[in-house]
C-alpha cells in the first residue's frame, strides 16, 4: 500500500538531538561518508546554526524518510528552497514516503514566498531522478565542484 496520500501528521520537524538522532541511519545511506552518530548531530546542530532544517516521516517508531532543506536568495533564481538531503529508508522505498515529504517541502517553499525549489542528484540516482522529474522538477544545468585540498591554484 502506497503512503503518498498520507496525512502531515507523520512528518516532524528536528529540532533537538533526541530528534535528530532517529534520522542517522537513514541519511547515512546517502552520505557514507558520515563516521558516526556524534558526528552526525553535531554536524546537523552547525548547520541549523546557520538555517539548514531536518524533517523526517515517521510511523510509530520508524523513521522512513529524511529531508535537509535551507532557504537561500540567488542573484540567478531569487529565493529558493535548497533541498540538501532526501532518502528513503532502503528497507521502505516505493512505498511513497519520500514522495510524501517531497510535496510537503515543496509546501513549505510556497509558504516561505519561494521563487523555486533545487537540489542536485548524482547522476547514478535513477529512481530519484524518476520522483524529482514527476514532481515536475525540470534538470536544468551541470554542477560543479572543486576539491581544495588537491587544488593547485
Known sequence: MKHQNSTP?????????EHIRPCFQIVRELRPHVPDEASFINQVQRQMAVGYKLAYYQQGEKVHAVVGYRFLEFLAWGKVCYIDDLITDSTTRRQGY???LLQWVI??????YCDQV???SGPQRHDAHRLYLNHGFKIVGHHFALELQNCSL
Open 9 to 17: 501528521t507523520h512528518i516532524h520537524e528536528a529540532t533537538s538531538i
Open 98 to 100: 519520500g514522495s510524501t
Open 107 to 112: 509546501a513549505q517553499a510556497k509558504n516561505a
Open 118 to 120: 533545487h537540489l542536485d
